[in-house]
């Protein structure tokens, strides 16, 4: 899968540079990734692929096209717009502001 979703980096640095947690706010529910999809029922072009780890997919990124960066915005702005704050390495990914339980890692099977 390295050259799908992280082509240019060595994946013992994956948590090193911060593309993968050693804990993460996705077990509290208080964390998510997701993108737009069009009235056509396709995703909308980002710029790049979902959990693709690269600069490419930092939601500021200049190289991508102004379609890629106009869709990255209005996903920034509808999840602000709900209480939710983006990560500065993934377009995709945005944590609750007031989430109810900032510190606390589950660990527990759901069934």
């Known amino acids: 899968m390295k050259a799908r ?3 240019d980096i060595a994946k013992k640095d994956l948590f090193k540079k911060g593309y993968i ?6 077990s509290r529910g208080s964390t998510v990734d997701l993108t737009i ?3 056509n ?3 909308l072009d980002m710029g790049s692929g979902f959990d693709f780890f690269s600069p490419l997919s930092w939601p500021d990124n200049p190289s ?3 379609s890629s960066r106009a ?3 209005l ?4 999840m602000k717009r709900h209480g939710f704050k983006p990560y500065g390495r993934e377009w995709w990914h945005f944590t609750l502001r007031d989430e109810p339980f900032p510190q606390t890692y589950f660990n527990f ?3």
Do not use: K
């Not at 947690?21 to 996705?26: C, E, L, M």
């Not at 996903?75 to 509808?78: D, N, P, R």
């Open 5 to 7: 979703y992280y082509p």
């Open 21 to 26: 947690a050693r804990r993460s706010g996705h």
């Open 37 to 39: 999809i069009g009235d």
């Open 41 to 43: 029922g396709v995703a």
């Open 64 to 66: 991508i096209s102004p």
């Open 71 to 73: 869709h990255r915005m």
């Open 75 to 78: 996903l920034q702005t509808v």
């Open 109 to 111: 099977p759901v069934q």
